[in-house]
């Protein structure tokens, strides 16, 4: 597993943590990168993904809505909404990836992670957010 696949799984783990107990997902982060559990400290990548969602939470949040079709953020589970903020930030605020590998990683742990019909709802939403954002960022 790679570097930057290794920090967006552990990007995934803060921002579900976070979403499971209730609490801020800024003060989470600050509280890892002071205090880690692991033996490594965080990776800059994972920070820097987490600390994206956290500041565009809101508009994530509107863009994710508006284009999923069907389904409203609280029908759909957990992990999807975590990997689909993830996603969405990567894909709408993050240029030094191309999309398409982005899209490709979080639809891997979508795959890993989530139901069975989680990696083609992901896979088309976040697609979705790279043809249109030019009109959201």
């Known amino acids: 597993m790679g570097a930057r696949t290794?920090?967006?799984?552990?990007?995934?783990?803060?921002?579900?943590?976070?979403?499971a107990r209730g609490h801020d997902l800024g003060a989470l982060l600050r509280e890892r990168v002071a205090a880690p559990v692991?033996?490594?400290p965080l990776a800059?990548?994972?920070?820097?993904?987490?600390?994206?969602v956290a500041t565009h939470g809101a508009d994530?949040?509107?863009?994710?809505?508006?284009?999923?079709?069907?389904?409203?953020?609280?029908?759909m589970p957990s992990v999807?909404?975590?990997i689909l903020r993830l996603g969405a930030f990567e894909v709408l605020h993050l240029d030094d990836v191309p999309d398409v590998v982005a899209i490709s990683?979080?639809?891997a742990l979508a795959t890993?992670?989530?139901t069975?019909?989680?990696p083609k709802f992901i896979n088309g939403l976040l697609g979705r957010l790279a043809e249109v954002k030019s009109t959201l960022v």
């Open 112 to 114: 890993e992670l989530s």
């Open 44 to 52: 800059e990548h994972t920070v820097e993904l987490v600390s994206g």
């Open 80 to 82: 999807d909404r975590a």
């Open 60 to 75: 994530l949040d509107e863009a994710i809505s508006t284009y999923s079709q069907g389904w409203t953020l609280e029908r």
């Open 105 to 107: 990683e979080w639809v």
């Open 38 to 40: 692991t033996e490594a």
């Open 116 to 118: 069975d019909d989680s």
């Open 6 to 19: 290794k920090a967006r799984k552990r990007a995934l783990d803060l921002v579900f943590e976070a979403e």
